[in-house]
């Protein structure tokens, strides 16, 4: 069964109403959906129904709802938080893409001292947008009933003002004294975990230095050197079994 994305759209209504010129152009012109087909439809804040389709334009789907269904999102886990750094090309487009589907909650593209990725304001924005568009995907095609805030990019220093009491920041790196991932984890029980993931070449010595300062815990993950893709996604598979 299709699924669609009505964001923010209260869906225990009877008739349930799409206006987002984007998701009705996927569902009319690319999915080429018809008057009596039925669909899933997510509002990305836990809830989700089973409908059929009433009409369809240009403008507006109109779906009847057929069931409902609601969860209490994030209920019984910590936040996660996946704060990386942006690497060349588009592989940052697929490390969002998978850390949806291991159930991070928040992405925060960094820039680091060693980021190689550089972009103008505009086309900063404009990514920002391919990301957000990426992560609705990814959530539709995992069946999660929420979808991550993807934040603008952030400069490495201004991201570690996420870190307080509440949370637990963990930061890979290579160099310095380091403990192991799960030791760093099992540390306490925090309502937030947020991960900093380094770009290739690792943080700087001043980097870790600032974050360990502001409370995050600097970790091993092996005896291997990670690319930035791997690295990130290592983590999330770990804290999604940990918290299974």
């Known amino acids: 069964m299709h699924r669609a994305y009505a964001k923010q759209i209260p869906l225990d209504t009877d008739v349930i109403v799409i206006h987002d010129a984007q998701e009705i152009h996927h569902l009319k012109d690319v999915l080429r959906l018809k008057k009596g087909i039925r669909l899933c439809v997510f509002n990305g804040q836990g809830q989700e129904a089973d409908g059929e389709i009433v009409s369809i334009t240009k403008d507006r789907v109109e779906i009847a709802r057929l069931s ?9 886990r910590p936040r996660i938080i996946l704060a990386c750094a942006v690497p060349k090309h588009t592989k940052f487009e697929w490390i969002i893409e998978k850390a949806v589907e291991l159930g991070v909650d928040e992405v925060v593209p960094l820039k680091t001292a060693r ?13 920002n947008e391919r990301y957000h568009t990426v992560a609705v995907n990814a959530a539709k095609q995992s069946r999660r009933l929420t979808v991550p805030v993807i934040h603008p990019f952030t400069e490495f220093s201004q991201a570690l003002g996420l870190v307080n009491s509440e ?55 092996g005896d291997t050197v990670l690319k930035v893709e791997t690295a990130a996604l290592s983590v999330l598979a770990f804290l999604m079994f940990l918290n299974k």
């Open 68 to 76: 409902f269904r609601q969860t209490d999102v994030g209920e019984g």
């Open 167 to 221: 949370t637990c920041a963990l930061i890979p790196c290579l160099l310095g004294d380091r403990t192991g991932l799960a030791r760093a984890v099992a540390q306490g029980s925090a309502q937030r975990i947020i991960v900093f993931i380094g770009p290739e070449g690792d943080f700087t010595p001043e980097e870790v230095s600032e974050a360990v300062q502001a409370g995050a815990v600097a970790v091993s993950l």
């Open 115 to 127: 980021t190689e990725f550089h972009v103008t304001h505009d086309r900063a924005m404009r990514k």
